[in-house]
């Protein structure tokens, strides 16, 4: 990984950008706890990150997974000992302790190609399946601070979690939001997806720090150009299904651009159709 470790972003907030692949993690620190959102995509890597936090703080912490792609929850094994809880959504904690093969195969496919090294760790890596399951919202004391976990609806995919540290005014929104790149929609669901992020939004402040999944913290105005593309996405998705015209015609009037609107239009085709 070879970071430089965490930075503070807030009061007892601290946010850990991974180079590779431009992951964020972020370390809640409290009196005597912490809590760890994201724990990256492999063994090496989480060892890594478990010596930077341990840079930071002495203190146990609770592991949060945001979602259940290799990137966000890789590293639970190295990262979390036998006593440690693990949040995520329901249906992450199924993937990961149900379909630890497929999810290892799938990370492995995506990255072989530009990441060779990387996916091959990948293939070997042992998964760990989150101990506690969020369906709606779950709150968290972290040594006297509040953190609240809370799924605001399908998006990036069916299982998201945001995270949400009032008393810093940070808000950390997992793949929902994205900084280095267009939002990633191979298991998404688009026509849903602006509803996840008006959810969301609704934590905010106009002063909110939001993390996103990848790349450079963000404002509050940014999350709302996204969401509007993402609303603007969604209504191009039904339009062109109302008019029969083929998913291409949609990719090309993407907000996103033509590969990422693509899949998103083939993604929302499939919901309007049933066979999502």
Do not use: K
Not at 43 to 55: D, I, K, N, P, V
Not at 102 to 115: P, S, V, W
């Amino acid at each position: 990984m070879t970071t430089a470790g965490f930075s503070e972003i807030a009061a007892g907030v601290h946010l850990l950008r991974e180079p590779l692949l431009r992951v964020n993690v972020v370390l809640v620190v409290g009196d005597g706890a912490a809590v760890l959102v994201d724990t990256l995509s492999t063994a090496g890597q989480a060892r890594e990150l478990a010596a930077a936090a341990r840079a930071v703080t002495p203190h146990p912490w609770t592991v949060v997974n945001t979602h259940h792609h290799f990137d966000h929850c890789f590293g639970n094994a190295t990262l979390a000992g036998p006593d440690t809880p693990v949040y995520a959504h329901a249906r992450a904690a199924a993937a990961l302790r149900d379909r630890p093969d497929e999810l290892r195969r799938a990370a492995y496919e995506e990255m072989h190609a530009e990441q060779p090294a990387l996916a091959d760790e990948l293939a070997r890596t042992e998964l760990r399946a989150p101990t506690h399951e969020v369906h709606s919202e779950t709150v968290l004391d972290v040594g006297g601070r509040r953190v609240l976990l809370r799924h605001p609806g399908p998006g990036h995919t069916d299982a998201d979690l945001v995270v949400h540290v009032p008393d810093a005014d940070v808000l950390v929104a997992g793949d929902l939001v994205e900084q280095s790149g267009p939002p990633a929609f191979e298991e998404s669901y688009p026509l849903r997806w602006p509803d996840a992020v008006a959810d969301l939004l609704r934590l905010t402040t106009p002063a909110t720090v939001v993390v996103p999944g990848h790349g450079e913290p963000v404002d509050v105005a940014f999350v709302r150009e996204q969401h509007d593309q993402l609303a603007r996405l969604a209504w191009l998705i039904r339009a062109g299904h109302t008019g029969s015209a083929p998913p291409e015609r949609v990719a090309a009037e993407s907000p996103f651009g033509a590969r990422p609107g693509l899949i998103a239009a083939r993604r929302g085709y499939a919901d309007l159709d049933g066979t999502a």
